[in-house]
């Protein structure tokens, strides 16, 4: 099974602020590689997929980029409404699998 | 509306097992795979199985081989997910999601029921 790091595994961060969440794979899972936000009791929201491709309807801000192993997930401009976890899924092969997540604190 | 809503809350005792549903509705329901996906109490997400509603082929993690089924109706556009020989750890949020576009299982998951909370205690 391919597995996915996240890192840090927590962060604190003011509003305003530029955030880069980082995600491995354990190999290459090409652009194979999605990134979802979750708030505590709901399920988690596709943010990118395909490493780089802003899902519909998400702020411009989120931009996600790398290939092959290494990954980032960058917020441009921390909104109040970003406080949350962030999960990666490499979705190269099955079992598909998530990352341990990053959660982003104020 | 295009929408996945879930059965209600399980407890259960160590041992037994627990059906979940998932009914689809608002999209062509042969068209897309659904997954799904555990979260134990503050813990991150899990993968734990795929199911093509078409033709009911499934794919699931070594792990599970011979505790995880999944079904499917298409009579109600309704997938099923059971787990049995259930463990205190089985203990989760079991959500079921659907695919981003339709007969491609690689970009991510856009579709979410509300989440099944699974209790096993005895």
């Known amino acids: 099974d391919i597995q996915m790091t996240q890192s840090p595994s927590s962060l604190s961060a003011s509003v305003g602020d530029r955030v880069i969440l980082t995600c491995r794979a354990s190999?290459?899972?090409?652009?194979?590689l999605n990134w979802y936000q979750q708030k505590p009791g709901k399920a988690p929201m596709l943010l990118i997929h395909s490493a780089s491709s802003l899902q519909g309807g998400v702020p411009s801000r989120f931009s996600g980029s790398g290939s092959r192993t290494n990954f980032t997930l960058t917020i441009d401009s921390l909104q109040p409404e970003d406080f949350a976890s962030y999960y990666c899924?490499?979705?190269?092969?099955?079992?598909?699998?998530f990352g341990g997540g990053t959660r982003v604190e104020i | 509306q295009v929408q996945l809503v879930q059965s209600g809350a399980e407890v259960k005792k160590p041992g037994a097992s627990v059906k979940v549903s998932c009914k689809a509705s608002g999209y062509t329901f042969t068209s897309y795979y659904i997954h799904w996906v555990r979260q134990a109490p503050g813990q991150g997400l899990e993968w734990i199985g795929i199911?093509?509603?078409?033709?009911?082929?499934?794919s699931a993690p070594q792990k599970f081989h011979g505790r995880l089924t999944m079904t499917r109706d298409t009579s109600t556009n309704t997938v099923y997910m059971e787990l049995s020989d259930l463990k205190s750890d089985d203990t989760a949020v079991y959500y079921c999601?659907?695919?981003?576009?339709?007969?491609?299982?690689?970009?991510?998951?856009?579709?979410w029921g509300q989440g099944t909370l699974v209790t096993v205690s005895s």
């Open positions: 999601a659907r695919d981003t576009y339709d007969r491609d299982i690689s970009a991510g998951l856009i579709l």
């Open positions: 190999q290459s899972v090409g652009s194979y």
């Open positions: 899924q490499q979705t190269y092969n099955t079992p598909q699998t």
């Open positions: 199911i093509n509603p078409s033709g009911g082929s499934t």
